[in-house]
């Protein structure tokens, strides 16, 4: 069953507000395309639009941050009020992962939570991780995109299925290493993989699952065969193996952690078992690979920005960081897909399970 995933939403209102943000102005857009079909903009115009235009890319990147950090506080807030061993983690994103951003001259300084279930911080290690492993994996000329599932599994089971599969999958390296040395070929397995999890908001299951990338197809297609060796239950149609598209594999393999929306709806409770589920383990292993890339981005970032040199503190409020006479940093308003989602889309189920 497809799930909707944060990434798709985000994009989806991301596609939304930058129309909106069109439509807004389609005046000012004509005014210019008519401009430069009949006058030529007198210089004073030129130096404006030049002026205006610095400005309004740290502005816009910050509105970005500010869409993200809006997103997460709806839901983490919701999270820090359960009764979860990851409270107080929760909170450390709420109130701690970026709330104030430190300006000195074009400087803005701000701390992090690097927690998983943050979006702020999860845009931040997509890009460390892309970067990171780009280069080692495009030197892998034969790559597949390989999904291994189980059956869905109750949240009390959800913990321990995920160790299991993780130990499984380094099982299954192990043995097609030394299959391979003993027919001799010395090449050992070369691949990242991904541990992903998503709920069933019907049958109130989990779906733990890989997804990884591996040279050679024949290599891809032993390891399926080894998983369904080692999980009789599994059906077989659904381990998927196809052939990797270089950088579009890339970014569907990095682009998101955990998927926060299921048809629509945050499951509170839901998104609880699946942190805690995922906590302490690994989301990205390497094999075979020379670069092992960190999935921790720095608590502490500073970023030279194109803004106004001043020393200001910017402190969250709501839906933007505002300095304290009340200007705003980035003027991010919510549009009316991410009103409904953090507004109404919010939901709390029954799933109990054990401390
Ligand atoms: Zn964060």
């Known amino acids: 069953m ?3 995933n944060i ?3 985000f994009e989806n209102s991301k596609k939304k507000s930058s129309k909106k943000i069109d439509e807004k102005k389609p005046l000012l857009d004509t005014l210019a395309q008519l401009a ?3 006058v030529k903009p007198s210089p004073d115009v030129q130096k404006l639009n030049k002026l205006e235009q610095l400005p309004t890319n740290t502005r816009q990147t910050l509105a970005r941050r500010a869409k993200a950090k809006y997103f997460t506080q709806s839901y983490t807030k919701q999270l820090a009020m359960l009764n979860s061993p990851l409270k107080k983690s929760y909170n450390n994103t709420y109130f701690g992962c970026s709330n104030v951003l ?4 074009k400087k803005i300084t701000s701390n992090y939570c690097n927690n998983r279930w943050c979006v702020v911080c999860n845009r931040i290690r997509t890009a460390k991780l892309i970067l990171g492993y780009k280069d080692e994996l495009k030197k892998l000329p034969d790559l597949y995109f390989c999904t291994l599932t189980i059956p869905n599994v109750p949240a009390n089971m959800l913990k321990k299925t995920i160790e299991n599969m993780l130990k499984t999958f380094g099982i299954i390296i192990k043995t097609l290493n030394k299959r ?4 001799g ?3 050992k397995l070369k691949g990242l993989r991904k541990i992903e999890c998503t709920f069933n908001d019907v049958a109130i299951t989990f779906h733990p699952h890989i997804h990884f990338l591996i040279e050679g197809y024949q290599n891809a297609v032993d390891f399926k065969n080894e998983w369904l060796k080692h999980y009789p239950d599994a059906l077989p149609f659904l381990q998927n193996i196809k052939k990797a598209d270089g950088e579009g594999t890339f970014i569907e393999l990095f682009k ?3 998927k926060i929306i299921t048809n629509n709806v945050m499951y509170i409770e839901a998104l609880d078992v699946i942190f805690r589920a995922m906590r302490g383990k690994r989301v990205y292993q390497p094999f075979g690979l020379k670069k092992c890339i960190s999935e921790d981005i720095d608590a502490i970032n500073a970023q030279i920005t194109d803004l106004e040199e001043a020393e200001k503190i910017w402190m969250w409020e709501e839906n933007d960081w505002v300095d304290y006479t009340g200007e705003r940093l980035t003027n991010y308003v919510p549009d009316e897909t ?3 989602l953090v507004n109404k889309n919010i939901k709390h189920i029954d799933i109990k399970i054990q401390q």
């Open 256 to 258: 998101y952690y955990t």
């Open 102 to 105: 430190f300006q000195e001259g």
């Open 7 to 9: 990434q798709t939403n």
């Open 36 to 38: 430069t079909t009949y």
């Open 180 to 183: 391979k040395k003993r027919a």
């Open 338 to 340: 991410m009103n409904e």
């Open 185 to 187: 070929d010395k090449n």
């Open 2 to 4: 497809e799930r909707t």
